[in-house]
T-cell receptor, first 116, second 112 residues
Framework: DAGVIQSPRHEVTEMGQEVTLRCKPISGHDYLFWYRQTMMRGLELLIYFNNNVPIDDSGMPEDRFSAKMPNASFSTLKIQPSEPRDSAVYFC??????????????FGPGTRLTVL | KQEVTQIPAALSVPEGENLVLNCSFTDSAIYNLQWFRQDPGKGLTSLLLIQSSQREQTSGRLNASLDKSSGRSTLYIAASQPGDSATYLCAATETSGSRLTFGEGTQLTVNP
Protein backbone atom coordinates (compact mmCIF):
# COMPACT_ATOMS: atom_id res chain seq x y z
CA ASP A 1 0.00 0.00 0.00
CA ALA A 2 1.19 3.53 -0.74
CA GLY A 3 0.24 4.81 2.68
CA VAL A 4 -1.82 7.89 3.32
CA ILE A 5 -1.64 10.29 0.38
CA GLN A 6 -2.10 14.03 0.71
CA SER A 7 -2.20 16.74 -1.90
CA PRO A 8 -0.95 19.29 -2.50
CA ARG A 9 2.28 19.00 -0.50
CA HIS A 10 2.70 22.77 -0.47
CA GLU A 11 0.12 25.50 -0.92
CA VAL A 12 0.73 29.24 -0.96
CA THR A 13 -2.31 31.45 -1.23
CA GLU A 14 -3.44 34.96 -0.45
CA MET A 15 -5.69 35.93 2.39
CA GLY A 16 -9.35 35.55 1.50
CA GLN A 17 -8.85 32.76 -1.01
CA GLU A 18 -10.42 29.33 -0.71
CA VAL A 19 -8.07 26.46 0.03
CA THR A 20 -8.86 22.76 -0.41
CA LEU A 21 -6.65 20.05 1.01
CA ARG A 22 -7.07 16.45 -0.08
CA CYS A 23 -6.45 13.09 1.53
CA LYS A 24 -6.60 9.47 0.42
CA PRO A 25 -6.48 7.10 3.41
CA ILE A 26 -4.94 3.65 3.44
CA SER A 27 -7.26 1.24 1.65
CA GLY A 28 -9.54 -0.59 4.07
CA HIS A 29 -9.07 1.82 6.97
CA ASP A 30 -12.31 2.94 8.58
CA TYR A 31 -11.13 5.99 10.51
CA LEU A 32 -9.78 9.22 9.04
CA PHE A 33 -8.34 12.12 11.01
CA TRP A 34 -7.34 15.69 10.13
CA TYR A 35 -4.66 17.37 12.28
CA ARG A 36 -2.98 20.75 12.25
CA GLN A 37 0.58 21.37 13.43
CA THR A 38 1.97 24.77 14.38
CA MET A 39 4.96 25.85 16.42
CA MET A 40 2.73 27.54 18.96
CA ARG A 41 0.11 24.84 19.49
CA GLY A 42 1.79 21.63 18.39
CA LEU A 43 -0.38 18.91 16.86
CA GLU A 44 -4.12 19.37 17.22
CA LEU A 45 -6.94 17.12 16.10
CA LEU A 46 -9.40 19.05 13.95
CA ILE A 47 -11.97 16.41 13.01
CA TYR A 48 -12.29 12.69 12.53
CA PHE A 49 -14.55 10.37 10.55
CA ASN A 50 -15.64 6.79 11.08
CA ASN A 51 -16.98 4.96 8.03
CA ASN A 52 -17.21 8.32 6.22
CA VAL A 53 -19.33 9.90 8.95
CA PRO A 54 -17.97 12.88 10.93
CA ILE A 55 -17.80 11.86 14.58
CA ASP A 56 -16.08 14.73 16.35
CA ASP A 57 -15.47 18.16 14.84
CA SER A 58 -14.91 19.97 18.11
CA GLY A 59 -11.35 20.80 17.08
CA MET A 60 -12.37 22.73 13.98
CA PRO A 61 -11.33 26.28 14.82
CA GLU A 62 -14.26 28.12 13.27
CA ASP A 63 -16.91 28.08 10.58
CA ARG A 64 -14.36 28.93 7.93
CA PHE A 65 -13.18 25.31 8.18
CA SER A 66 -15.17 22.42 6.77
CA ALA A 67 -14.37 18.78 6.04
CA LYS A 68 -16.07 16.13 3.98
CA MET A 69 -15.60 12.45 3.28
CA PRO A 70 -17.81 11.53 0.30
CA ASN A 71 -16.45 7.98 0.16
CA ALA A 72 -14.06 5.63 1.92
CA SER A 73 -11.09 6.65 -0.21
CA PHE A 74 -11.25 10.42 -0.23
CA SER A 75 -11.57 13.35 2.14
CA THR A 76 -11.21 17.11 1.83
CA LEU A 77 -10.50 19.89 4.29
CA LYS A 78 -11.62 23.29 3.05
CA ILE A 79 -10.80 26.72 4.42
CA GLN A 80 -12.88 29.61 3.13
CA PRO A 81 -11.88 32.38 3.39
CA SER A 82 -8.29 31.68 4.41
CA GLU A 83 -6.40 33.90 6.84
CA PRO A 84 -2.66 34.23 7.64
CA ARG A 85 -3.20 32.55 11.03
CA ASP A 86 -4.29 29.40 9.18
CA SER A 87 -0.70 28.91 8.03
CA ALA A 88 0.38 25.51 9.35
CA VAL A 89 1.09 21.95 8.30
CA TYR A 90 -2.09 19.94 7.92
CA PHE A 91 -1.85 16.18 8.37
CA CYS A 92 -4.28 13.47 7.45
CA UNK A 93 -4.12 10.09 9.23
CA UNK A 94 -6.06 6.86 8.99
CA UNK A 95 -6.53 3.78 11.14
CA UNK A 96 -8.34 0.48 11.28
CA UNK A 97 -10.25 -0.57 14.36
CA UNK A 98 -9.53 -4.20 15.10
CA UNK A 99 -8.25 -5.95 18.18
CA UNK A 100 -4.97 -6.54 16.38
CA UNK A 101 -4.34 -2.99 15.20
CA UNK A 102 -5.53 -1.25 18.36
CA UNK A 103 -6.27 1.90 16.39
CA UNK A 104 -2.69 2.58 15.36
CA UNK A 105 -2.77 5.78 13.33
CA UNK A 106 -0.77 6.19 10.13
CA PHE A 107 0.02 9.70 8.96
CA GLY A 108 0.38 11.23 5.54
CA PRO A 109 3.30 13.54 4.63
CA GLY A 110 1.27 16.66 5.30
CA THR A 111 0.34 19.79 3.39
CA ARG A 112 2.31 22.90 4.27
CA LEU A 113 -0.09 25.84 3.91
CA THR A 114 1.10 29.43 3.76
CA VAL A 115 -1.49 32.19 3.67
CA LEU A 116 -0.03 35.58 2.77
CA LYS B 1 -9.24 17.03 29.30
CA GLN B 2 -6.16 14.92 28.62
CA GLU B 3 -2.82 16.72 28.75
CA VAL B 4 0.42 15.14 27.58
CA THR B 5 3.84 16.47 28.54
CA GLN B 6 7.24 15.43 27.25
CA ILE B 7 10.56 15.99 28.97
CA PRO B 8 13.11 17.06 27.95
CA ALA B 9 12.12 19.37 25.10
CA ALA B 10 15.53 18.86 23.51
CA LEU B 11 18.36 16.40 24.02
CA SER B 12 21.82 16.17 22.50
CA VAL B 13 23.93 13.05 23.02
CA PRO B 14 27.05 11.48 21.54
CA GLU B 15 26.69 8.50 19.27
CA GLY B 16 26.46 5.16 21.04
CA GLU B 17 24.80 6.46 24.17
CA ASN B 18 21.65 4.88 25.57
CA LEU B 19 18.91 7.39 26.29
CA VAL B 20 15.42 7.74 27.72
CA LEU B 21 12.65 10.06 26.61
CA ASN B 22 9.82 10.75 29.02
CA CYS B 23 6.11 11.24 28.47
CA SER B 24 3.47 11.93 31.10
CA PHE B 25 -0.31 12.14 30.78
CA THR B 26 -2.94 13.44 33.17
CA ASP B 27 -5.82 11.03 32.50
CA SER B 28 -4.91 7.40 33.04
CA ALA B 29 -8.06 6.17 31.26
CA ILE B 30 -6.32 5.67 27.93
CA TYR B 31 -6.91 3.17 25.15
CA ASN B 32 -3.30 3.03 24.08
CA LEU B 33 -0.18 5.14 23.85
CA GLN B 34 1.79 5.69 20.66
CA TRP B 35 5.31 6.92 20.07
CA PHE B 36 6.03 8.66 16.77
CA ARG B 37 9.11 9.99 15.05
CA GLN B 38 9.03 13.16 12.94
CA ASP B 39 11.89 14.22 10.71
CA PRO B 40 12.15 17.91 9.71
CA GLY B 41 9.55 18.81 7.10
CA LYS B 42 8.12 15.31 7.11
CA GLY B 43 5.09 13.49 8.45
CA LEU B 44 4.88 11.27 11.50
CA THR B 45 6.13 7.71 11.52
CA SER B 46 4.64 5.33 14.07
CA LEU B 47 7.36 3.66 16.15
CA LEU B 48 5.60 1.74 18.88
CA LEU B 49 2.08 1.33 20.18
CA ILE B 50 1.44 0.09 23.71
CA GLN B 51 -2.02 -1.18 24.50
CA SER B 52 -3.54 -0.07 27.79
CA SER B 53 -3.23 -3.63 29.11
CA GLN B 54 0.48 -3.89 28.25
CA ARG B 55 3.54 -2.74 30.14
CA GLU B 56 6.02 -2.47 27.31
CA GLN B 57 6.73 -2.96 23.62
CA THR B 58 10.02 -3.47 21.82
CA SER B 59 11.15 -2.91 18.27
CA GLY B 60 14.81 -3.30 17.49
CA ARG B 61 16.77 -0.77 19.56
CA LEU B 62 13.59 0.84 20.84
CA ASN B 63 11.70 -0.09 23.97
CA ALA B 64 8.63 1.72 25.21
CA SER B 65 7.10 1.22 28.63
CA LEU B 66 3.75 2.24 30.03
CA ASP B 67 2.69 2.80 33.64
CA LYS B 68 -0.94 3.87 33.58
CA SER B 69 -1.24 4.25 37.33
CA SER B 70 1.45 6.92 37.40
CA GLY B 71 0.51 8.38 34.01
CA ARG B 72 3.93 7.81 32.50
CA SER B 73 5.55 6.29 29.46
CA THR B 74 9.21 6.13 28.50
CA LEU B 75 10.94 5.50 25.21
CA TYR B 76 14.35 3.88 25.58
CA ILE B 77 16.76 4.07 22.66
CA ALA B 78 19.79 1.80 22.86
CA ALA B 79 23.11 2.52 21.21
CA SER B 80 21.94 5.76 19.61
CA GLN B 81 23.01 6.61 16.06
CA PRO B 82 23.10 9.91 14.12
CA GLY B 83 20.19 8.58 12.06
CA ASP B 84 18.07 8.61 15.21
CA SER B 85 18.15 12.41 15.17
CA ALA B 86 14.54 13.58 14.91
CA THR B 87 11.66 14.82 17.03
CA TYR B 88 9.94 12.12 19.06
CA LEU B 89 6.28 12.56 19.97
CA CYS B 90 4.12 10.56 22.30
CA ALA B 91 0.36 10.52 22.01
CA ALA B 92 -2.30 9.15 24.32
CA THR B 93 -5.45 7.71 22.79
CA GLU B 94 -8.70 8.26 24.67
CA THR B 95 -10.78 5.28 25.72
CA SER B 96 -13.00 5.43 22.63
CA GLY B 97 -9.88 4.48 20.73
CA SER B 98 -9.90 7.40 18.38
CA ARG B 99 -8.87 10.83 19.69
CA LEU B 100 -5.10 11.27 20.08
CA THR B 101 -3.63 13.92 22.36
CA PHE B 102 -0.02 14.71 21.50
CA GLY B 103 2.85 15.91 23.64
CA GLU B 104 5.06 18.76 22.47
CA GLY B 105 7.83 16.40 21.45
CA THR B 106 11.48 15.88 22.32
CA GLN B 107 13.99 17.03 19.72
CA LEU B 108 16.84 14.52 19.73
CA THR B 109 20.26 15.15 18.22
CA VAL B 110 22.80 12.33 18.13
CA ASN B 111 26.27 13.64 17.39
CA PRO B 112 28.79 11.49 15.46
Amino acid sequence: DAGVIQSPRHEVTEMGQEVTLRCKPISGHDYLFWYRQTMMRGLELLIYFNNNVPIDDSGMPEDRFSAKMPNASFSTLKIQPSEPRDSAVYFCASSLATSQTWMEQFFGPGTRLTVL
Amino acid sequence: KQEVTQIPAALSVPEGENLVLNCSFTDSAIYNLQWFRQDPGKGLTSLLLIQSSQREQTSGRLNASLDKSSGRSTLYIAASQPGDSATYLCAATETSGSRLTFGEGTQLTVNP
